[in-house]
């Protein structure tokens, strides 16, 4: 895989909305996380057959495509979280999520689930659009004001 | 004396999965529901816990219901507040028929070192305002056996040996709720505060505590503003939250 290969699949990262990308083929593995708005590099291994210089390359290469990517969210609505707590994308593990990439959303849909000491609040959404990017992983822990999901007004 | 709103309507169902999603589901149906309404079942199939544990209760024996508040007062910051409130309303409710009623932090209500009462609140956030909180409570009455499971659970009745008629239980509980509910708009924060301090499980006595996976001895100096518990450890003082710290019991 070349660096603008590499830098493909970073982009497509940023544009898909996933939180993480891993690939791995026979003679390399990569893993692609996004962090925040901006996808990077986490984890590059090259087998010991390339050369051993591309996965330096690469990294060198990946902050790169940062700055389109912020771009292209320039127009986004960015919903963020009202309190502390942990963050829950459905309301129990064995149910759907409220919502995924991709979904149309309206005012009074339920986003999310943010928990704190035992008390459970279910986010509803003051916007409509639909959902470009969802920012922040399951069951982790937020702050206030945090950015959770990015919208696209419609 | 009854209470004004709290439990004025009352919806009695035989059998129903959790109170607190059968609220939930009236009020995304668009189902018109007064405040203080309470929804009660005889028996629960997915009685809901703290983080999916099952709640358990044999039919008809023990008080389960959930009520239905809307608490625009309250900034959701200092949501924690209507945990305090629920919390210190059962314990008004108790110290009636048992002596030794304490809040294990957040709101576990204990009788010595026994779970006799358990609390979930599921609030509904809307342009940054609570719009509706369901208050799920449950409360062992008259249930004699528990499982094995619910190892640390207790009952009314076996404590006091004596039988007791829900209805009337649950009205005497909802006029402590409204109470203290009501409390909560008017009263300051901080003496709320030092009455559930008060009532806290374990409060200024040092006590064994599950830290990160490891064993340490703390004592509880009290809550910050958002409800975290505050420990000190050792002589420095740290803050917890609901899932950074297990009691050893």
């Known amino acids: 895989m070349d660096i603008k290969e590499i830098q493909e699949l970073i982009k497509f990262v940023a544009k898909s909305g996933v939180s993480e990308v891993s690939i791995d083929r026979k003679d390399f593995k990569i893993t692609i996380k996004a962090q925040g708005n901006a996808p990077a590099i986490v984890n590059m291994q090259a087998a010991p057959m390339p050369i051993a210089a591309a996965p330096v390359a690469a990294a060198a290469a990946a902050p790169a495509p940062v700055a389109p990517a912020a771009n292209e969210n320039a127009n986004l609505i960015t919903i963020k979280s009202p309190m502390i707590g942990t963050f829950y994308r459905s309301g129990s593990p064995d149910k759907p999520s409220f919502v995924n990439v991709g979904d149309k959303i309206g005012p009074g849909n339920v986003l999310c689930v943010i928990e704190a000491m035992k008390l459970f609040n279910e986010i509803e959404?003051?916007?409509?659009?639909?959902?470009?990017?969802?920012?922040?992983?399951?069951?982790?822990?937020?702050?206030?004001?945090?950015?959770?999901?990015?919208?696209?007004?419609? | 004396?009854?209470?004004?709103?709290?439990?004025?309507?009352?919806?009695?169902?035989?059998?129903?999965?959790?109170?607190?999603?059968?609220?939930?589901?009236?009020?995304?149906?668009?189902?018109?529901?007064?405040?203080?309404?309470?929804?009660?079942?005889?028996?629960?199939?997915?009685?809901?816990?703290?983080?999916?544990?099952?709640?358990?209760?044999?039919?008809?024996?023990?008080?389960l219901f959930s009520i239905y508040y809307r608490p625009h007062f309250l900034k959701i910051a200092d949501q924690f507040m209507l945990s305090i409130a629920i919390s210190l309303a059962i314990c008004d409710f108790l110290k009636d028929y048992v002596e030794d009623?304490?809040?294990?932090?957040?709101?576990?209500?204990?009788?010595?070192?026994?779970?006799?009462?358990?609390?979930?609140?599921?609030?509904?956030?809307?342009?940054?305002?609570?719009?509706?909180?369901?208050?799920?409570?449950?409360?062992?009455?008259?249930?004699?056996?528990?499982?094995?499971?619910?190892?640390?659970?207790?009952?009314?009745?076996?404590?006091?040996?004596?039988?007791?008629?829900?209805?009337?239980?649950?009205?005497?509980?909802?006029?402590?709720?409204?109470?203290?509910?009501?409390?909560?708009?008017?009263?300051?924060?901080?003496?709320?505060?030092?009455?559930y301090l008060e009532k806290l499980f374990r409060f200024?006595?040092?006590?064994?505590?599950?830290?990160?996976?490891?064993?340490?001895?703390?004592?509880?100096?009290?809550?910050?503003?958002?409800?975290?518990?505050e420990l000190s450890i050792?002589?420095?003082?740290?803050?917890?939250?609901?899932?950074?710290?297990?009691?050893?019991?």
Not at chain 2, 19 to 32: D, K
Not at chain 2, 170 to 192: G, V
Not at chain 2, 235 to 248: A, D, L, V
């Open chain 1, 125 to 154: 959404s003051e916007v409509s659009g639909k959902i470009v990017k969802i920012l922040v992983d399951n069951a982790s822990p937020i702050e206030y004001d945090q950015p959770l999901f990015l919208v696209e007004p419609m």
């Open chain 2, 1 to 63: 004396m009854k209470a004004l709103y709290t439990g004025k309507n009352i919806i009695h169902l035989k059998e129903v999965h959790s109170t607190n999603r059968y609220t939930a589901e009236m009020l995304s149906n668009s189902v018109p529901i007064t405040e203080g309404s309470v929804i009660m079942a005889d028996f629960q199939t997915a009685g809901k816990g703290q983080s999916g544990a099952i709640w358990e209760s044999l039919p008809k024996e023990n008080l």
């Open chain 2, 101 to 195: 009623v304490t809040i294990k932090w957040p709101n576990d209500i204990y009788v010595g070192n026994q779970k006799i009462a358990g609390i979930l609140i599921e609030n509904s956030i809307q342009q940054d305002v609570i719009n509706s909180s369901i208050i799920g409570i449950g409360l062992n009455i008259n249930q004699k056996v528990f499982s094995a499971q619910a190892e640390n659970a207790c009952s009314l009745s076996q404590l006091t040996g004596l039988q007791y008629d829900l209805q009337q239980m649950l009205q005497s509980l909802c006029k402590c709720i409204e109470e203290r509910y009501d409390a909560i708009k008017i009263e300051d924060y901080q003496s709320i505060r030092l009455a």
């Open chain 2, 204 to 229: 200024q006595h040092p006590a064994n505590y599950r830290i990160k996976g490891e064993v340490q001895l703390g004592t509880i100096e009290g809550i910050d503003e958002i409800g975290r518990l």
């Open chain 2, 234 to 249: 050792n002589g420095s003082m740290h803050y917890f939250n609901n899932k950074e710290i297990t009691f050893i019991i």
